[in-house]
Each structure stands twice: as C-alpha cells, then as structure tokens.
C-alpha cells in the first residue's frame, strides 16, 4: 500500500467519524433540505431544522432510523412554524408572504394543527383555504388586512370557520357547493354579497350586521338563503311569524335581545327542520307536530304551544319546559299566519 493510498484511507475514516460524531451526539446534520440529530439507541432520527422552499417531503424513515419531530420553530416556505406542539404535526404561527395566502392542510407532509390568527397584514390579497377531511374545526381569524379582495374555500369543504373581517375591499364572497355549515365572521363594511350554495342549513348570519350586504336587503322582511335559511329578518318583534317554506331559524336572524325586549308571540311553521333561538319569558311559541332539531339547544324561558301529542308536546314533558296545548282556534289562526308569510320571502338568486 502505497502512502498515498493510506492518507485516502486515513482522511476517508476521519471523515466518516466526523459525520458519526456530528449525526449521533446533538450537533446534526443535513440530509437533502433536513437536518437531523441521529439515536442509536432508539434508532430515531429527530427532525430539527428545515432550509427549503415548503415543497419537500419529510420522509418516515432515514437511513434505517425512525423520523420523529421535535419541538422547535422554523421558517418553512413563506411560513413560520413550530412542530410538534401536537404529536406530528405542524403549527403555523405566522404567514411572511405576499398576495395570496393559503391556509395548507399539510406541511411537508404533515397534517398542520392550527394557525395563529393574522392581522393587520397589508400584503394579503387574497385568501384560499384547503379542505382538511379529519377535523371539522379548521380554519383561520384574518382582521384588519385591508388588502384583502378575495376569500375562496377548497371544493370539498363541508364546514367553514375561517373569519375575514374588517377587510374593506372585500365586495363578494361565494361560498363553494357541498358547504353545509358557516360558523364565520364577514364584518366588512364593504361587502356587498355572499353566495350561498343550496347545501347551506347553517349561518351565522349576526356578523352581517355592519355590511353592505345586510343594508342591501334591509327592505326584505324575510331574506332566505342556502337550503332555505332564514338569513335576515326584517320585520316587527312584538309578533314574529316565520313563514312555511322556511327550514332552518336561529336566534341572531331574528332579534337582538341586548337591545330589543321581545314580548308577544312568535308562530313557528311546520316547515322547520333545524331550530336554534331563544324564546323570553312572556313570549309564547306556537309549533306544529312536526320533529325539531336542534330544540335542546334552545333558550326557552316562554311557553311553547303546539298541538296536542306532538313532538313538542314531548319534549316539554320530558324537559320540564312550560307547555300548553294549542286549541283549534289558535292552531288555525298559527297556520293561516304561517302560510301567508311564505308569499313575502325573498330568496337568493
């Protein structure tokens, strides 16, 4: 063996140490746009740090070495991340970027946990949100970006909690078919429309309340969205008459109780499917026979009336909820208000 050889060999067997010493005792090193810290004990290789652009994958496994995160911050593409708070996964706790934000589902790979809200960022133009399939609650609070124009959600979404307000370029939102629920806040004073797909049975309609939107339709006594979804009410509180047609009724379409004192009565059709409002004491509620969703959820200080061995009927009994049964002069005078109503709904186009 000549000496040279031998130095190759020498260098080659340093190096090789080196790397061992690096890998295996905390200092780390990069494999592609990873870096890693390597236990040959448990022959886990723990991820700590990141240098690409947010297109890699994180792999499994390494070398023979089980991946597994661990609790740090990094700059991941145009987001600032930290992994791990839950097992596996990624948090993102800002977005450095520019025009279009996306809220991903996934982050090299991984399922992202959640997002700190964004606000006052004047460099988002606009807003796309990914459908994330296993968790219902999953969205982001973006206020006071004033550059905002448009907010879209990924086909597929079935709910939505993605709030944009105070975003005063932002005209109309149109809300992808498929979306059922809306437990959202749009309150820019500039909006002018949301569209609502026929699959919606949920919304969250006070959030309009300082919008465009909700002034375009002050002249509507009953404005009607989604899957016939009482989205505004425009007329008077001391008797509220929802018409037959209507399906889905919740309280913040109806009256404000912080301001307005509701007494009188109120006449439910036998057209609602899905309920959730608050009936003060004093008032009295008059339902049909049919089943209602959602009624446990209900605020009820009143007295409903409703025909005798309805569904209502029942569930007072069961609940110990004021309950009277509905005479034949009062069940004819609920259907005839009911029914007449139905010819003042304005629906959405």
């Given amino acids: 063996m000549t000496k040279k050889v031998l130095v190759i060999i020498i260098s080659l067997l340093c190096l090789v140490a080196l790397v061992t010493i690096i890998m295996f005792c905390g200092a780390g090193v990069w494999i592609g746009n990873f870096k890693y810290c390597f236990d040959l004990t448990t022959k886990k290789a723990y991820f700590i740090d990141y240098r690409g ?10 070398r023979g070495f089980n991946v597994e995160m661990t609790d740090f911050i990094c700059m991941v593409g145009d987001y600032k991340c930290r992994f791990n708070v839950e097992p596996n996964e990624v948090y993102i706790k800002s977005f450095e970027g520019k025009g279009e ?10 399922d992202v946990y959640n997002m700190d809200d964004i606000e006052n960022n004047d460099e988002i133009t606009s807003v796309y949100i990914e459908y994330k399939s296993d968790d219902v609650h999953w969205g982001v609070d973006i206020g006071h970006c004033k550059n905002v124009e448009s907010g879209t959600f990924e086909e597929g979404t079935k709910v939505i909690y993605t709030d944009i307000w105070d975003a005063p370029k932002l005209k109309t939102l149109k809300i992808p078919e498929g979306v059922e629920e809306i437990h959202a806040s749009y309150a820019s004073t500039g909006l002018e429309e949301v569209y609502y797909p026929k699959s919606v049975v949920y919304v969250s309609g006070s959030d309009y309340n300082w919008t465009n939107f909700k ?10 969205v989604g899957d016939n979804v009482l989205l505004f009410y425009n ?44 009936i003060p004491e004093n008032v009295e509620a008059f339902f049909g026979t049919n089943e209602i969703n959602g009624i446990d959820d209900c605020s009820i200080d ?35 208000k009911t029914e007449a109503a139905a010819s003042e709904i304005t629906y959405q186009e």
């Fill in 53 to 62: 652009d947010g297109s890699d994958v994180l792999p499994n496994k390494i």
């Fill in 101 to 110: 934000f996306v809220l991903p589902a996934k982050l090299l790979g991984r």
């Fill in 215 to 224: 002034k375009n339709h002050e002249d509507d006594k009953y404005y009607v």
């Fill in 235 to 278: 007329g008077p509180i001391d008797e509220i008459i929802i018409p037959e047609g209507i399906k889905y009724l919740y309280n913040y379409h109806l009256y404000d109780l912080e301001k307005e004192e509701l007494e009188g009565k109120m006449y439910i059709p036998e057209s609602i499917c899905g309920l959730n409002i608050e």
């Fill in 302 to 336: 009143g007295t409903l009336v409703a025909p005798e061995g309805s569904y209502v009927q029942q569930y007072c009994e069961e609940n110990d909820v004021s309950f009277r049964v509905m005479t034949e002069e009062e069940e004819a005078i609920w259907r005839e």
